[in-house]
């Protein structure tokens, strides 16, 4: 499995290796050691979540505040997604900046967002299955959105037509007003 680290410290992308034949393909989608390994973690995944988004559709940017933190090791089973990791740790040197990875059932990358990130993607193709671990579980109570169209954050969505919103995303708060968790406190 190759490992990418991103130019936003934690966030990494993995690309199994892939063994393909005419009676279709084989690969690893994960491997405890090798993602141990690469981000440090020490924790476990404790929910797999599956979503199945219309194209054009925005998730996110969502994320939980302590003790309920959430990393996400994230892919894309069925279709394509845009996805949009933004940095929401106070003592980092890179608050507020964002960054994003294409995921596709064609390319297989997972994209690892540990806790003290929010996390969102756009549906780029028609009946797009989305695929989360997660190292926490969901709580009502700890989740957050930040607006996916945040001027202040300037996230550059490769939209052609306005998107598909649930309520709650589109009357999420920008990162200035947010409910955000306090500095050194991202587990």
């Not at 440090?40 to 559709?57: A, E, I, M, P």
């Not at 589109?170 to 587990?187: E, F, H, T, W, Y």
Request: aromatic share 12%; proline share 6%; charged share 25%.
């Amino acid at each position: 499995m190759q490992v990418t680290k991103l130019d936003i410290d934690g966030l990494m992308v993995f690309e199994p290796k892939v063994f393909a034949d005419d009676r279709g393909a084989f690969f690893e989608s994960f491997n405890d050691r090798v993602f141990r390994e690469a981000t440090g973690f020490t924790g476990q995944f404790v929910q797999d979540n599956q979503s199945q988004s219309r194209k054009g559709v925005v998730r996110g940017l969502h994320y939980q505040l302590p003790p309920h933190a959430q990393g996400k090791l994230v892919r894309v089973a069925r279709g394509a997604a845009w996805d949009v990791a933004l940095d929401i740790r106070h003592d980092s040197p890179s608050f507020g900046k964002w960054a994003a990875v294409e995921l596709s059932a064609e390319n297989r990358k997972q994209f690892w967002i540990p806790a003290g990130f929010a996390h969102g993607f756009l549906a780029l193709e028609e009946g797009t299955e989305f695929l989360y671990k997660t190292t926490d579980f969901w709580s009502g109570a700890s989740e957050r959105a930040i607006r996916w169209d945040d001027p202040d954050v300037g996230i550059a969505w490769p939209l052609t037509t306005p998107p598909i919103l649930s309520g709650k995303d589109a009357a999420a708060p920008g990162i200035k007003d947010a409910d955000l968790p306090g500095p050194g406190d991202q587990s």
